[in-house]
């Protein structure tokens, strides 16, 4: 194997141990817990290796943000395609998406409330956000009758969005979340 193939092949490696440590870290102490510090400490490898990967902090989330929006996109497929029924498929991709959310805090504050330098929504999208949104516009699709399904999706997804962060930050009354998302999606179906 070539010498440059093995660098590249072990930067790789190297980059992919930064993101999955990040994102380790944050899940069990929260994202003022991740510092370049303790992710060299962690991975064994010295700050400027990290610097050599990522920018800063900002970058570091971004990486792990783009992860677990891949992640979230292959959970949603997997519910929507698993019911032939365009109304149980929509229930189970939001059901899969509020599990996410609430299953996953961190990875959700990094996808959808920290401040990320990531473009939604343009022809710059990474392709993990295009396979999300994608998701969601396959299952908002059957009931979009005349409306535009990009913006229906959108609602949607702002819908989801807010249950899941509001959820989160305890302020809807728990023993309601069932009735929430039924009433939510009832509005579609």
């Known amino acids: 194997m070539p010498i440059q193939e093995r660098r590249e092949r ?13 994102r380790e870290l944050a899940e069990a102490e929260g994202w003022d817990a ?3 510090r303790r992710l060299a400490e962690r991975v064994e490898y010295s700050q400027p290796v990290l610097y050599s990967h990522f ?6 989330v971004r990486a792990v ?13 997997a519910a929507r395609t698993a019911h032939r029924s365009p ?6 991709l939001a059901d899969a998406y509020l599990d996410f959310a609430a299953t996953r805090p961190a990875l959700y504050d990094a996808m959808f409330v920290r401040e990320v330098d990531l473009s939604f929504g ?6 993990e956000l295009r396979a999300a949104f994608g998701e969601l ?3 908002v699709e059957p009931f979009a009758g005349d409306d535009d399904v990009e913006t229906l999706t959108e609602v949607l997804w702002s819908a989801l969005h807010g249950q899941a962060t509001l959820n989160q930050g305890r302020r809807l009354r728990p ?15």
């Open 137 to 139: 516009v396959a299952v």
């Open 34 to 36: 991740v510092t370049t």
């Open 65 to 77: 943000a783009l992860q677990a929006i891949g992640d979230l996109a292959e959970r949603m497929r």
């Open 175 to 189: 023993d309601h979340h069932r009735a929430r998302v039924e009433v939510l999606l009832s509005r579609f179906c």
């Open 10 to 22: 072990e930067r790789a490696e190297r980059h992919r141990l930064i993101v999955d440590a990040a």
């Open 87 to 92: 109304a149980k498929a929509l229930r189970a």
């Open 122 to 127: 343009t022809a710059e999208s990474p392709p």
């Open 55 to 60: 920018k800063n902090k900002d970058a570091i």
